[in-house]
């Protein structure tokens, strides 16, 4: 089972509300990440945890605040969004952060829209 | 520096051989990878190549892998309609974390 499991498929929301995302996974892997991707154009990285540790936050603006509260689950909770921040956004988990477990496996995505 | 480059769209007949290419930059990959993206899903991972390997065959999936030319190529074989997606190619740059590096993705378009 390489299962990664997002919820919900898809969001809308207001600039001024406060949402989250969820991501699990139950193949015991202790690496998550949150990518965007926008349409037409390949993901990007945007945090990764390491042992429910944040390990790489690649300069995303803090109205993205992730959490792993446990080594299944991974959130991305979203307060003040700006249109441009409408995409897919999707969640991987692999074994490990380094080679050679860091296969990364994918969930669907929640496709969020911004109004 | 780290660039994956891909063509942006192929277009095949159905039954037909499919064959998308993929170049990277950096000389210490030591993983490769092929995900395939369908609309509005997210990325499916299709194989992957350990960078001392040449070839890998699943099924009708062939990769190649020219290390001295940093080229990487994904063949489908009997390409069939459900093979349209687009097709990402990604290097995993080694460090103390392996990032992912991806292509723009090659856009396979199938037609009877």
């Known amino acids: 089972d390489t299962e990664v499991t997002q919820t919900p498929k898809h969001l809308v929301m207001g600039m001024t509300n406060k949402k989250s995302l969820k991501c699990e996974q139950h193949m015991g892997h202790r690496a998550m990440y949150w990518y965007k991707q926008k349409a037409k154009k390949p993901p990007e990285l945007m945090f990764v945890y390491s042992y429910e540790k944040l390990s790489i936050n690649e300069s995303v603006p803090s109205r993205f605040s992730p959490e792993c509260p446990n080594s299944s689950l991974l959130n991305l909770h979203l307060h003040a969004l700006q249109p441009e921040d409408s995409a897919l956004y999707l969640c991987?988990?692999?074994?490990?952060?380094?080679?050679?477990?860091?296969?990364?496996?994918f969930g669907a995505g929640t496709r969020l829209s911004v109004l | 520096g780290e660039d994956v480059e891909q063509s942006l769209f192929l277009s095949v007949r159905e039954g037909d051989s499919s064959v998308i290419n993929c170049t990277y930059t950096?000389?210490?990959?030591?993983?490769l990878y092929w995900y395939k993206q369908e609309p509005g899903a997210g990325l499916q991972l299709l194989t992957y190549?350990?960078?001392?390997?040449d070839m890998k065959q699943d099924q009708r999936l062939t990769v190649l892998l020219n290390k001295k030319d940093k080229h990487l190529s994904l063949r489908i074989a009997d390409t069939q309609t459900g093979d349209s997606a687009i097709y990402f190619c990604?290097?995993?740059?080694?460090?103390?974390?392996?990032?992912?590096?991806f292509g723009a993705g090659t856009r396979l378009a199938v037609h009877p």
């Open positions: 990604a290097e995993s740059i080694k460090g103390g974390y392996n990032k992912l590096i």
């Open positions: 950096d000389s210490s990959s030591t993983y």
């Open positions: 190549i350990f960078s001392n390997m």
């Open positions: 991987a988990s692999s074994q490990e952060v380094t080679e050679p477990k860091n296969i990364q496996y």
